[in-house]
């Protein structure tokens, strides 16, 4: 302990430059990551130096997207050393907690794409995989929301501002990317036609690295995050021309690249900027890959024995056609050599089926920006369409007709031609690659049997199930101490490397000492939220209330809506006096809205404006609470979820990937209630259907009712409470002075197709939620059912997910001799 406070000071003298008498916060905390760093370093350096030693295959994750969060505290508990740093910070006036609130938390995504990404390279540093994460250094990371008059406003999310005390900048290490140019042909020595793409524009790359940390065991990868640095300033000539401002302006353009994340999931903006983020990131990341595999092989064939690429969506796919135009262009390779290199080292995971995120770019612009690769994805087009004809002809389908094949080849071609002429990037991710993943069992299949299906039927090796997982080192032992510790007290802290152990806990559920530790426990992370809404919102909670969380990105899929409906029955019920066992309960909603998406941004404005009348209304008010929670984020869940007692799941059947946050949730022993959908169904599975709440219209059901023609109106006149919610919603009631200011909502249920079939599930739902209150008043049974939700949550483990992808896609096992403690 004395070690670290000494580096703790000596940090804030000479790496801050500060006096260690005035004591801020600001600059503890820093001082404090900094000494940690210092203890990372020599294990990340031992860490990479092993992989060459060993020749180990090693495994590059590439993602436009990371949600790390906080740093101070889970590098802390990894490296063993969370109690002396809680001592050393309290010999130098600190508490450790309100240290760690000076970090910021790094948002370089939006929601459960980029939060996987850093659950899974926390769990490849703990399996001592030998694993990197590629991505962007965002300036600017998801934008910071505020609630003005119930409305978000986005306000930038300037993270760098104060400094990053845990990346390393390496600006000497800096790689070239062009755009734009032209390619010029060209005969080699046998005759062959050769291409090179020359001049362009040229910008720099420039690598920040973040350690990245496994549970106790001297592992540490590496996160690396390129930066755009403008090419100006290494060429004289641009200033030399006497042209200054010129030559500074356009520095300031070229670093315009990485500046800002784009802060919509699941809807596609397809603007320039974006495919530029998108190349340079996929370039850089490249040419720092083959840099590593050229250090010890020469022949580019050993490549897939060596090097790993998993695709995180297709945000990254054109690293398909940029390893292909390396290896044809510039090792020299022929075509169908360089073709299996490729589909030997890229694996694709899919990660959403909304037909509105599927990736696609305007063949004029791919042909502008990036000549070469339109050029090389046109070649990959007309020879996957020559084996398409020749699969379907050897195949013994029947007779197909030249109809039904010319209609298979429009159906899968790289090239779509309306509205306008644009590649698929996911089909180029699919047939560049060995293996394509989706997230969840259903999921999967809905690739085989609907999105894919084509594929599935030309390639049906192809296609296979990854479920998601999370790190309980973060989602459970950090987030919540309180139950760890109680955990930890009876079957000791194996699980926190392996999450089956959790099992042991099973026969606990039957002790009513147990139970009882097991409700003081989340009783104290109650009152942990309490306290915190108490300082952010000025605002009372009820902690005997049943804590109901709804907290994700808003969007009509994930359908915030029907909550809000039944919590607008509830208010009916209690007003009306119709709720007389009604259970206490305050429900809390989070989540941010991409700031182009109309309906979310509507959803958030009318929950805010239900939160503010339910809340005013002193009829309801002690049995009924609504909470917003402003700028959901990865620290803030940490906060909410061990407090949870509901979890929320309730996006429409097949619709949901996967889902991650059901997954903290149940670890930290919320119940379920929720759809048949995405990973929900695994862990129904897992746990026992019958210890979760689950309700609603399966996938295939919908398909039935979408095709016999669904009408949401059938509802809206059959069920009275269900009607009373939505006219009180499109008239004023929560809008006082603003009529219709809600009624776009009631619309696109009533009259534009109810797409997510809100409606439909609604009645089910207020079924469920009856059995909720029901149950919880019944506190050891729900205790019960509480602690074997945690128990039985090992298979959904980010480790148990890294430990498949290693064996059935990358083929690369743990490095040997690995110090466990
Ligand atoms: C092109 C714009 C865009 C950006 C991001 C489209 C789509 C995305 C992501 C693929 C959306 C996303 O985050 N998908 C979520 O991925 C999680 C991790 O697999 C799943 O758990 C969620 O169910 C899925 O919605």
Redesign the pocket.
């Known amino acids: 302990m004395e070690g670290l406070k000494k580096d703790v000071i000596r940090h804030v003298v000479s790496s801050l430059g500060s006096d260690y008498a005035s004591k801020s916060a600001y600059n503890y905390y820093n001082a404090l990551a900094l000494a940690v760093r210092d203890r990372l370093i020599d294990n990340w350096i031992k860490t990479q130096r092993s992989y060459y030693d060993e020749k180990a295959k090693r495994v590059y994750y590439l993602s436009l997207e990371y949600l790390p969060g906080k740093s101070l505290m889970n590098n802390l508990h990894c490296l063993g050393i969370y109690e002396t740093a809680r001592k050393a910070m309290s010999d130098l006036g600190f508490s450790l907690e309100d240290l760690a609130e000076q970090e910021w938390d790094a948002g370089l995504g939006?929601?459960?794409?980029g939060r996987?990404a850093s659950c899974f390279l926390d769990s490849m540093a703990t399996l001592g995989i030998p694993g990197y994460g590629y991505g962007i250094r965002y300036d600017y990371g998801i934008f910071h929301q505020v609630i003005e008059d119930g409305k978000q406003v986005e306000q930038a999310d300037n993270w760098m501002r104060v400094g990053n005390p845990w990346a390393y900048e390496r600006g000497q290490h800096l790689f070239p990317v062009r755009f734009f140019g032209e390619v010029k042909n060209w005969t080699d020595e046998y005759g062959r036609l050769r291409h090179t793409w020359t001049a362009g524009d040229t910008v720099l790359a420039m690598p920040c690295d973040m350690l990245v940390p496994g549970w106790d065991n001297h592992h540490v990868i590496n996160m690396r995050l390129w930066s755009a640095r403008s090419d100006v300033e290494f060429d004289l000539d641009f200033f030399n021309t006497g042209n200054y401002l010129g030559a500074v302006e356009e520095k300031i353009f070229d670093e315009k690249i990485s500046k800002v994340l784009y802060p919509?999931?699941?809807?596609?903006?397809g603007r320039e900027l974006r495919l530029k983020q998108q190349y340079f990131f996929v370039t850089a990341t490249i040419q720092d890959i083959l840099r590593r595999f050229r250090k010890k092989h020469q022949d580019m064939t050993e490549l897939p024995q060596s090097v790993a690429i998993q695709l995180n969506?297709t945000?990254p796919a054109i690293a398909i056609a940029e390893l292909m135009r390396i290896l044809l262009d510039e090792d020299l390779l022929d075509w169908e050599v360089a073709w299996d290199i490729c589909v030997s080292t890229f694996a694709y995971t899919n990660?959403?089926i909304l037909p509105e995120?599927l990736?696609t770019w305007p063949v004029s612009l791919l042909e502008r920006m990036l000549p070469r690769h339109m050029q090389i994805i046109y070649e990959i087009n007309a020879r996957f369409l020559r084996e398409v004809e020749r699969v379907a002809r050897s195949e013994d389908c029947g007779q197909l007709c030249h109809r039904d094949l010319d209609h298979l080849k429009q159906r899968v071609s790289l090239i779509q031609e309306r509205p306008i002429k644009s590649v698929r990037m996911a089909h180029l991710a699919i047939i560049g690659s060995h293996s394509v993943n989706g997230?969840a069992a259903l999921h999967t299949e809905l690739l085989k049997a609907r999105v894919f299906d084509d594929f599935q039927r030309l390639y049906p090796q192809k296609i296979n199930n990854k479920t998601?997982g999370v790190t309980p080192r973060r989602w459970l032992w950090s987030a919540n101490q309180p139950l760890s510790r109680l955990i930890a007290s009876h079957i000791g802290t194996g699980f926190v490397r392996n999450l089956d152990e959790l099992t042991q806990l099973e026969p606990l559920a039957a002790d009513p000492a147990f139970r009882e530790a097991w409700r003081a426990a989340k009783l104290e992370n109650k009152q942990r939220l309490q306290a915190y809404i108490k300082r952010k919102l000025m605002r009372e909670l009820h902690t005997e209330h049943l804590f109901d969380v709804h907290i994700k990105r808003i969007h009509e899929y994930k359908r915030q809506v029907l909550n809000l409906l039944h919590v607008v029955t509830a208010y009916n019920r209690l007003r009306h006096g119709q709720a007389a066992d009604f259970t206490p309960r305050t429900v809390f909603f989070g989540g941010k809205a991409a700031p182009s998406y109309f309906m979310a941004k509507r959803i958030i404005h009318a929950i805010n404006a239900v939160a503010a009348t339910v809340n005013a209304d002193s009829r309801v008010n002690d049995k009924l609470q609504v909470v917003y929670l402003p700028n959901y984020c990865v620290s803030q869940a940490e906060r909410v979820i061990p407090a949870t007692e509901l979890s929320e799941q309730i996006s429409t059947a097949g619709m949901?990937?996967?889902?991650?946050g059901n997954m903290k949730f149940a670890l930290n022993g919320a119940l379920t209630i929720g759809t048949w959908d995405?990973a929900t169904i695994e862990m129904a599975q897992a746990i026992g259907p019958e210890l979760l709440f689950i309700f609603g219209m399966r996938e295939d059901e919908l398909v039935s009712l979408r095709q016999h023609g669904y009408n949401p109106m059938l509802y809206y006149h059959g069920d009275e409470e269900l009607r009373e919610a939505l006219d009180m919603l499109r008239s004023d009631a929560f809008s006082p002075g603003q009529h219709g200011l809600f009624a776009p909502l009631v619309d696109n249920l009533l009259h534009g197709g109810d797409r997510f079939f809100v409606l439909a599930d609604y009645r089910q739902y207020l079924g469920a939620q009856q059995d909720v209150g029901r149950l919880y008043l019944d506190q050891e049974e729900w205790t019960r059912r509480s602690i074997l939700n945690a128990a039985r949550m090992g298979f959904f483990s980010s480790d148990r997910a890294i430990s498949q992808y290693a064996r059935e896609i990358w083929d690369v096992a743990p490095m040997a001799g690995l110090q466990n403690g």
Do not use: C, K, P, R
Not at 110 to 113: F, I, M
Not at 264 to 269: A, G, L, N, T, V
């Open positions: 939006n929601g459960g794409l996987l919509s999931d699941q809807i596609e903006e969506d945000h990660h959403t995120a990736e997230v998601n949901e990937a996967s889902g991650t995405g």
